[in-house]
């Protein structure tokens, strides 16, 4: 598996993981730092993506999605960048998206209490303290 910068070609297979259109992901890349995990093979196949940025002094990951071994890599990204920079690093996830949420505890997050409602659905914040 290899990770890299996430390139506006990548749109489409963005879309392909999220359900969202195209350009919405074109977006991100442009607004946000986003990372790809690719399987490495021919053909570059996208297993994965995290996108973050920060507001407020604290690392914000706005998008994580993938397969297992992917978002294990790819929510590394954040906490080095949180850690070069001695920021907190935090993620809000829709209750129920176990994968989502496993990945982050198996990375050192901790549920930090209730997050905004997204698209009606209820969500749980997750924060790493820069001290861990």
Do not use: N, Q, Y
């Amino acid at each position: 598996m290899r990770i890299r910068d996430a390139l506006e070609s990548d749109a489409e297979a963005l879309a392909d993981v999220t359900g969202r259109p195209a350009d919405v992901l074109v977006d991100t890349i442009h607004d946000r730092t986003v990372r790809v995990a690719t399987d490495g093979r021919d053909g570059d196949e996208i297993d994965g993506f995290v996108a973050f940025d920060v507001r407020a002094g604290t690392v914000h990951v706005t998008d994580l999605a993938g397969t297992p071994p992917a978002l294990e890599r790819l929510i590394e990204e954040p906490k080095r960048f949180a850690k070069r920079e001695g920021m907190d690093v935090e993620a809000v996830v829709v209750d129920g998206e176990k994968r989502r949420s496993d990945a982050l505890e198996d990375a050192g997050f901790a549920a930090a209490g209730s997050g905004p409602r997204f698209e009606g659905r209820s969500t749980t914040r997750f924060r790493l303290e820069r001290d861990e």
